[in-house]
């Protein structure tokens, strides 16, 4: 698997993106808040996960400050999500997802590396739940 973060994978349609938060399963793992809910049939998608990177701008005033905690979110899940791709290529599911940064401090990248691969393990975990 190419290790890319595409165009296609970003989660980018409106009415998608108020129905997770509407109807969307949460959970945190600290620095994030994951908001996450598997994806209707009847929107076709080729890729198991399209997915949404939040920095609030009450935490971090700054755009600069934004962008790097997003550059830093993106580069992790880039790096890490061939782990949950392959558990759900398997069995065929389709998720969208949102992760929000809730940390009021920049943190390094290796701790939001680690924690980027614990969420993306608890949301295997909560899609086996869900689909029995």
């Not at 938060?21 to 996960?49: C, D, H, V």
């Not at 929000?100 to 909560?126: C, M």
Request: aromatic content about 10%; charged content about 30%; proline content about 3%.
């Amino acid at each position: 698997m190419r290790q890319t973060f595409s165009k296609d994978e970003r989660l980018r349609s409106h009415r998608m993106i108020s129905k997770l938060f509407a109807e969307g399963s949460t959970f945190f793992i600290k620095p994030f808040r994951i908001t996450w809910m598997k994806q209707s049939q009847e929107i076709p998608s080729l890729l198991p996960i399209q997915v949404m990177m939040s920095v609030p701008k009450y935490n971090f005033r700054k755009a600069v400050q934004r962008n790097l905690i997003r550059r830093r979110m993106k580069e992790a899940y880039r790096l890490n999500k061939h782990t949950v791709y392959s558990h759900l290529d398997e069995k065929g599911h389709h998720l969208v997802l949102c992760i929000t940064y809730t940390a009021k401090e920049i943190v390094s990248f290796d701790l939001i590396q680690e924690k980027i691969i614990l969420l993306l393990q608890r949301l295997s975990e909560e899609n086996e739940k869900v689909s029995g």
